[in-house]
């Protein structure tokens, strides 16, 4: 199973050539993915490196935890799977449960 690696502290100059190239330094890199800003398209400074081999992805994030690139410190880790994205949590919708009416004031 091949284990997905968060790369965190990148220059906003880096690519995802760079990625890849930094991590083959410990074993097969199977993809490089850089976060863009989908409206700019500019870096957002972190990615994702997905590896095959578990003994050598422990082995990147161990090395590479903490390391210099480009002058900025990287912070490498095992990625979490993305959690959905609530609307509001507990705060209920449309200003309902505020003080007994249901939001909209007297006039609906």
């Known amino acids: 199973m091949s284990k997905r690696i968060y790369v965190g ?3 906003f100059k880096t690519t995802e ?10 074993g097969q890199v199977t993809s490089a993915k850089l976060i863009t ?8 400074g972190f990615g994702f490196v ?5 003994a ?3 082995t990147a994030m161990e090395k590479l935890n903490g390391s ?17 994205r609530s609307s ?3 705060r209920g919708g449309r200003g309902g449960d505020r003080g007994g009416r249901g939001g909209y004031g007297d006039k609906w």
């Open 9 to 11: 502290g990148l220059p």
């Open 17 to 26: 050539e760079e990625m890849n190239t930094l991590f083959a330094t410990y």
């Open 37 to 44: 800003d989908k409206y700019s398209g500019q870096s957002r």
């Open 50 to 54: 997905e590896m095959p081999n578990d």
């Open 56 to 58: 050598e992805a422990a």
């Open 68 to 84: 210099d690139f480009g002058g900025r410190k990287l912070t490498i880790n095992e990625a979490r799977p993305m959690e959905a």
């Open 88 to 90: 509001g949590g507990d």
